[in-house]
């Protein structure tokens, strides 16, 4: 099948801020006397930042109020941010980099499908703020993956019909995101262990290979 539009999740798959997620969470659990281990992070992928505290909370021993919920998401959101300050354009692979410019160079659009609501500050930090034909995120959506409204959104931003759009995903909830959604997958990293991906990625450049 020809693609006329890819679009991706961002952490994880254009860069990776995993490590910057699973510090601030620590953070937050170690506050609250939670066990909190990268089984536990992975669980997170692709999940909304209130979704993310209600899973670090089953393993907590009583009940939040739901202001303190959101005070405790804002602040792991906070130390988040500030972690981020520590991106630069040196975090963005040569190899992603090349890639993203042989797609453009194959007319492809591209796009950003992604459940954080820092992914246009995240793009900026690493040189790519005003690269994407369209950018969807935490801020435009009401459902995290894996309902598949973000890359719904993405591909309307696009004017293309989700059929001709292939997304590359990291999460496992993001691949069911673009199934939901009718469109085909290519999975990377911890998403290639789901059976449902249409592709999957050993290398970012194999997506050379999908889109000749």
Request: proline share 2%; glycine share 6%; charged share 30%.
């Given at each position: 099948?020809?693609?006329?539009?890819?679009?991706?999740?961002?952490?994880?798959?254009?860069?990776?801020?995993?490590?910057?997620?699973?510090?601030?969470?620590?953070?937050?659990?170690?506050?609250?006397?939670?066990?909190?281990?990268?089984?536990?992070?992975?669980?997170?992928?692709?999940?909304?930042?209130?979704?993310?505290?209600?899973?670090?909370?089953?393993?907590?021993?009583?009940?939040?109020?739901?202001?303190?919920?959101?005070?405790?998401?804002?602040?792991?959101?906070?130390?988040?941010?500030?972690?981020?300050?520590?991106?630069?354009?040196?975090?963005?692979?040569?190899?992603?980099?090349?890639?993203?410019?042989?797609?453009r160079l194959k007319?492809?659009?591209?796009?950003?499908?992604?459940?954080?609501?820092?992914?246009?500050?995240?793009?900026?930090?690493?040189?790519?703020?005003?690269?994407?034909?369209?950018?969807?995120?935490?801020?435009d959506i009401m459902?995290?993956?894996?309902?598949?409204?973000?890359?719904?959104?993405?591909?309307?931003?696009?004017?293309?019909?989700?059929?001709?759009?292939?997304?590359?995903?990291?999460?496992?909830?993001?691949?069911?995101?673009?199934?939901?959604?009718?469109?085909?997958?290519?999975?990377?990293?911890?998403?290639?262990?789901?059976?449902?991906?249409?592709?999957?990625?050993?290398?970012?450049?194999?997506?050379?290979?999908?889109?000749?």
């Amino acid at each position: 099948m020809k693609y006329d539009a890819v679009i991706f999740d961002l952490d994880g798959v254009i860069c990776h801020t995993d490590l910057y997620h699973f510090k601030a969470w620590s953070r937050i659990a170690d506050k609250l006397g939670i066990y909190f281990d990268e089984k536990i992070n992975n669980r997170l992928r692709g999940v909304s930042r209130m979704e993310s505290l209600e899973i670090l909370l089953e393993n907590y021993n009583g009940e939040i109020a739901e202001v303190e919920k959101i005070m405790y998401a804002e602040e792991k959101n906070n130390q988040y941010k500030e972690l981020l300050k520590e991106l630069s354009p040196a975090n963005l692979s040569i190899e992603v980099k090349d890639t993203l410019d042989a797609l453009r160079l194959k007319g492809i659009k591209l796009a950003i499908g992604s459940s954080s609501q820092n992914a246009k500050f995240i793009l900026k930090q690493i040189g790519l703020e005003n690269y994407f034909d369209a950018i969807t995120d935490g801020c435009d959506i009401m459902h995290s993956k894996p309902n598949p409204e973000v890359f719904i959104k993405a591909a309307r931003k696009l004017n293309e019909e989700p059929e001709r759009c292939l997304v590359v995903e990291d999460s496992v909830a993001g691949i069911q995101a673009a199934k939901s959604g009718g469109m085909e997958s290519a999975a990377i990293g911890d998403a290639v262990s789901s059976p449902i991906a249409n592709y999957h990625l050993h290398e970012f450049r194999d997506l050379l290979k999908i889109i000749d």
